[in-house]
């Protein structure tokens, strides 16, 4: 494939991103997505953001599977983007359940692109400190806020 047509691809994949519902997916997605034990992924998943987590789970494992299949280079797939690796830090932790309840291939796309990625598991793992950093932050202004 040519430069021009990965090109091509990495902005349609970004307007995707940028497309309303989308939006809406990804700030809930990144704010109030925080499952620990697999019975909150599957509460969400049979609540009222099912959708919103679908679509952003689904979305970077699509665009995972571009790369993992050779339409866009690896390089030029992470030197544009980076919030996989934030989806995937929310997941990975309860991955071999969900895999086991849902089906063996979720997220699959997206676990092969950070393996295939150097430093992509050291990657993956700083992304859940500043995760857990930012959760932190968050829940002191929450009791900040009620004192």
Request: aromatic letters at 10%; charged letters at 25%.
């Amino acid at each position: 494939m040519s430069k021009q047509a990965e090109a091509e691809l990495i902005l349609h994949l970004y307007e995707l991103r940028r497309e309303e519902t989308m939006r809406k997916a990804r700030d809930w997605f990144f704010r109030d997505f925080n499952p620990d034990t697999f019975d909150d992924f599957q509460a969400t998943l049979f609540g009222p953001h099912s959708g919103h987590m679908r679509m952003v789970i689904t979305y970077w494992d699509m665009a995972a599977a571009l790369v993992n299949n050779g339409a866009i280079s690896l390089d030029l797939f992470n030197d544009a983007n980076g919030e996989q690796y934030g989806v995937f830090a929310k997941i990975d932790h309860i991955l071999p359940e969900i895999r086991k309840t849902i089906g063996p291939l979720f997220a699959v796309n997206l676990e092969k692109l950070i393996d295939a990625t150097p430093g992509g598991r050291e990657r993956l793992a700083q992304m859940k400190e500043r995760i857990k950093m930012i959760r932190a932050q968050l829940a002191q202004s929450a009791q900040a806020q009620k004192a």
